[in-house]
């Protein structure tokens, strides 16, 4: 079993920055890619950024250039810093983690609990 706990959210005005941070708990060995998501009011779940075990990046168009993803594999956490924040950023983000699929690996796939962006205009 892996725990996510994401912390970082609040309150800021358009144009401002806020660093996300995802803490990864128990059995870690076995995750591969990581990813936050984030769900906007009446609006569908949406993938904002990913990051692979070996590094590879991929974000939402209306986040690429203005996010970044990271992750430290040796302390289990996974970070977004977002920057020139705008109200449509506005929603609660969700740190996701998916496992290996091996001989050794369950592939499950883990939630953290959320945290409330909310960019004011």
């Known amino acids: 079993q892996v725990q996510l706990v994401e912390s970082g959210g609040g309150l800021v005005q358009a144009g401002g920055s806020l660093r996300l941070s995802c803490a990864a708990s128990?059995?870690?060995?076995?995750?591969?890619?990581m990813r936050w998501y984030r769900q906007a009011p009446g609006k569908e779940r949406e993938l904002v950024a990913g990051?692979?075990?070996?590094?590879?990046?991929n974000y939402a168009d209306s986040v690429n250039g203005r996010f970044t993803i990271s992750r430290d594999n040796a302390k289990n956490t996974l970070t977004l810093r977002m920057n020139s924040l705008k109200p449509e950023d506005t929603a609660v983000y969700s740190c996701?983690?998916?496992?290996?699929?091996?001989?050794?690996?369950?592939?499950?796939?883990?939630w953290g609990q959320g945290t409330q962006v909310t960019v004011s205009s």
């Open positions: 128990g059995d870690t060995g076995c995750i591969s890619d």
């Open positions: 996701n983690a998916q496992e290996r699929h091996d001989w050794a690996c369950t592939g499950w796939e883990y």
């Open positions: 990051i692979r075990d070996g590094g590879a990046r």
